[in-house]
Nanobody
Framework: QVQLVESGGGLVQVGGSLRLSCAAS????????MGWFRQAPGKEREFVAA???????NYADSVKDRFTISRDNTKNTVYLQMNSLKPEDTAVYYC??????????????????WGQGTQVTVSS
């Protein structure tokens, strides 16, 4: 039902920064947790970061000290600020939305709808 559109990907040098955006449809955006995932060629899609409706964040160990997820409910948009980029960050990045609104912080989100993805390439 929900439509997600990622943008902001591109080519950057090692150590550089990039900010991804995910625009979501729907008037109930603020009630859902959002997440970022990525997939490199030949690999499975992996979790990157998530942010709940109450602005609680979680990160994969590989990015927790370098990436920051945030959201602007007035714009129905989720962001992923990526700093100190490494070649291993190269992947297609996807935005996703939780299936359940107002989820309690003790519960693990179950992401459903996905965007089309945006390519991030980190060159050395």
């Amino acid at each position: 039902q929900v439509q997600l559109v990622e943008s902001g990907g591109g080519l950057v040098q090692v150590g550089g920064s990039l900010r991804l955006s995910c625009a979501a449809s729907g008037r109930t955006f603020a009630s859902y947790g959002m997440g970022w995932f990525r997939q490199a060629p030949g690999k499975e899609r992996e979790f990157v970061a998530a942010i709940s409706w109450s602005i609680i964040t979680n990160y994969a160990d590989s990015v927790k000290d370098r990436f920051t997820i945030s959201r602007d409910n007035t714009k129905n948009t989720v962001y992923l600020q990526m700093n100190s980029l490494k070649p291993e960050d190269t992947a297609v990045y996807y935005c996703a939305v939780d299936r359940v609104p107002w989820r309690d912080r003790s519960q693990v989100p179950d992401f459903g709808s996905w965007g089309q993805g945006t390519q991030v390439t980190v060159s050395s």
